[in-house]
Structure formats: C-alpha cells, structure tokens
C-alpha cells in the first residue's frame, strides 16, 4: 500500500515516508492511496481478542512496510498494561439501551488523543529507522490543549527526538496549561502564542514548509515531523477503535455481526470522526457518522450546506479542544469523495486560503450528505446535558463528550433514528472542572482548580486521576509567551541552531 498527496497525485510514498515528513512537501496531506477492506470473517476473528491483538491485525493493514516485529513492538509498547487505566484500553460505557459511550480518555494524559500518541512515537521511531538514518527528529505541535500534553508525554525522553510545543496563551483550561507547563523530559519545550488554535496551526504549517528552515535542518541533521492529526500516524491509531467498538458492540450482545451502528464524535480538526469514515470505508458497518460541533460551528455548516465558510466569530466555549475554524483533516475526506482529484482540491484549499471559504461540487455535497448528519450546541446546552446526564444516569462526563451527547439526543428527536450508537468520550471530566462542576452544583465554594477538583470529586464520587491530582502545588517549568510573527525564532532558539 502507498500513500499520496491530497494535492498531487503523483506523490507516491510508502507508510514510513508519510509519518516521517508528516506533510507533503506541496501542503497537502497523505492519505492510503487505497483504503484495505475488511470482511465479516475479519472482524469475527477480531472479536475474541484483546484490543492489542485487534490493533496489530488493523494496523498491519496499512502499515504495510512494516514487519510483523515492528508492529507487534509497537503496539505492545503503547498500550501495555498499566499505560491505561482500563484493560480494555477504551472501554465501551452502556449508559442506555442502544447508547454506549466509548470512553477515549483512560490514558496517562486523560484525553482520547493519547490513543494515538502513546503509539506515535513508537511508529514514528520505527520509520524514521527506515528513512532517516542518522537524523533527529523534531516535532513540533500546535495545540488546542490535549494534543501538546499528549504529544510531550508520547515523545518524553525518546531517543533521537526533540519535541516543541505551542499552545494559544488563553485558549486552554487551568488544568490543561499545568499539565503541559510542568511537563518533565530533557528533550520537550513549550510555549504559549498570543493568539488562538488556528494562528497556531498556522503558524506550524508555515514553518513545516519553509524553504530556508528546510535547508537549515538538512545541514543540521535535523528533519521536521507532526504529532498532529495532519499526520498519517495520528489518524491510523484512531481508525483501530472503531473497529475494536464494533466487535466489543457485538461481544457484549448490544448488535448482531452485521448489524449497522452510528458513530457521534465531538469535533474539532475533523481527525477522530475522519477515522470513523476510514472505519466504515473498510467494511465496518456503520451508517450514519454525526458530527458534534460547539459555538464554532464550521463544520455543522459545512455538512449541511457544502460551503465552507471560516468567516465568522471564533468564541472561546466551555470545549476548548473543539474551538476550531478551520478542520484540516476535511482536505483528507473531500479528495477520497471527489474522485482523487487532486486539482479541485488545490484550487478549494487555495480559496480557503485567500478568500476563507469555498463550496464543494453537487456531486461531493451529495455523498457527504449521505455519510454525515451534523448539529452544535453551545455552552448552556452543554452544561445542561453534563447535569441531565449525570442527574438521570449518574454518568459525570466532561465539556466536550457532553456536546455529542447533545447533538445526538437531538439527532434522534428529529430523525427518529435509533440505530445503536457509539458516541465518542473523548476526555476526562476533572480536565475541565469549573465547567462541569458549574454545570452540576450551584453552589460552589471551590476558589482555585484543585479545590474545584475537591468539590467536584465531593459531588460526584467520581475517582481522580492520580496523574491529575498529582499536578497539584507543582511549579511551571514553562512560562514563555511569544508573538505568533516570533514561532520561528523560538524553534531555532530551542534548538540552538
Ligand atoms: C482534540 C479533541 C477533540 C477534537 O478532535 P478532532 O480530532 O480534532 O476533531 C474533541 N475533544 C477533545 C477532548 C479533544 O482533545
């Protein structure tokens, strides 16, 4: 199997040459030139195993220049028992009869993203073995919140990495700015940028494709890389939990083999519902993906429209990991559903880019209205689903699961579609405690983070996570704010190159 560009599909490159650039060198994105199908026998033979099993057989399916060895170190290395505080690794919640959620967060930094970032260096190391020899790598992230802490403690301390965060100075919660501040390793730097997720983003994709940076990283022995969801090694870990849902779907009895399901995932960059597509293009039987947004409702826009419009208000909201204006992962989706051309998805990304919208061709439009449904609330609608839930099943879920919970009772009322749904629980509740603690207590006497961590745990019962509670009373070890204009100097300064 190959992967190519989403801008020129003469780009031919094999998996380990795709998660080591982690762009394309013209700024579109790889993707699997092929996406592998998997029967029903497949996935029957999926459904004894532990999700680790499950993983290797998923991953090798794309994963094809790696050996059975390097998949199996891989794998074995990044969900390992103890990494995640559940042995199914990301257990499936029944909170009513056809609703389960998938809970994505049971990780070391309590957020769905270590799904794939417990993996990413390990492939990335891997590949890089194969591609790169005698090269360092460095990565660099933009983040909205829980990829930087995510990515620093995927990357800690791995040989022949460096790792170099930028997170938008007011855009993440208390308990996400400590966890990345303190963040310990001898080969990790952070840095806060006056600006939101978007000039973040930006601002990383410039650099990656910076002539004069390219050059000087050559004669430094150095090589950029992305532990975002722009890289192929970020969305492939995700596809494997999907399929490990469906077969858990069918081993506890809530379907049949063959039965159809709905996935519900809270939306940002359009990476963790991107591998849900990926999911049902191979075989998995899903029939309809609904895409939750917050305030910044793009995406909910877009898929009911067909044009993409990021000329709008871009609002702070109580999901801070979903505020977002522009998806990157869509690019990935609309070459699969135009026919591969390449062209047209040059030409939309270049509008997005001068004029910030463009609008797909009827025909793209069609198919992404039979794929996907789509809905936002804002943050009272969310607060109020975090207390109905946790009132009426006793179920304390964070900001951003609340939204899908939202948009999906919604989705239901309107269609009366109540094919069994997984809904993607893509973080802990403690990571955003004033929110959710406001949402289901009035009277809070809690005055700074780790006494709402208290309160909340007093409401509740609902256990702490050590690694959280344990970030208490620690000091940052990471206070520099920079200009967004300034994101350049700051990686040769970390570099000392
Ligand atoms: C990153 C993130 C999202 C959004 O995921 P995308 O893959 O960017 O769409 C949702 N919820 C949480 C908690 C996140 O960290």
Known sequence: ??????????????????????????????????????????????????????????????????????????????YKQGKFSSDKVSPLYKLADGEYVLELWRGPTCAFKDMALQLLPYLLTTASNKTLKDTEIVILVAT???????????????????????YPVDGVSPMQKLQMTTQEGKNVSVCAIEGNFDDAQSGVKAIFTDKDIEKKFKENGLAFSSANSINWGRLVPQIVYYVSAYCDMVENGAIALGDEINIVVPTGNFGNIL???????????????????????VLTDFLKTGTYDKNRSFYCTASPSMDILISSNLERLLFHLCGENDSLVKDWMQKLNSDGKYTVTDDVFAQVKSLFAAGYCDDTATKETIAEIFGGKNYLCDTHTAVALNVYKNYKSETGDNTPAVIASTANPYKFSASVLSAVSDNITAENEFEMVDELFAKSGEPVPPQLGALK?????????????????????MLGI
Do not use: H
């Not at 829980?146 to 170099?164: Q, R, W």
């Not at 591998?275 to 409702?297: D, E, F, H, R």
């Open 1 to 78: 199997m190959f992967y190519t560009s989403t801008r020129d599909k003469s780009v031919r490159v094999t998996a380990s040459e795709a998660i080591t650039k982690g762009i394309s060198s013209d700024g579109g994105l790889f993707v699997p030139t092929e996406i592998p199908k998997i029967s029903e026998d497949f996935i029957k033979e999926l459904i004894p195993l532990s999700y680790i099993e499950r993983a290797k057989k998923v991953l090798s399916l794309y994963l094809t220049d790696f050996t059975a060895d390097e998949i199996s170190y891989c794998v074995e290395g990044a």
């Open 144 to 166: 909205s919140g829980d990829t930087g802490k995510a990515a620093l403690e995927g990357f800690k301390d791995v040989p022949n990495t460096k790792i170099l965060v930028f």
């Open 275 to 297: 591998a849900a597509y990926y999911a049902k293009q191979m075989g998995i039987p899903v029939k309809t993906l609904i895409c939750a947004s917050n305030a910044n409702n």
């Open 473 to 493: 009373g620690k000091s940052p070890r990471f206070t520099n704010v920079c200009k967004k204009q300034d994101m350049k100097q700051v990686v040769f300064d």
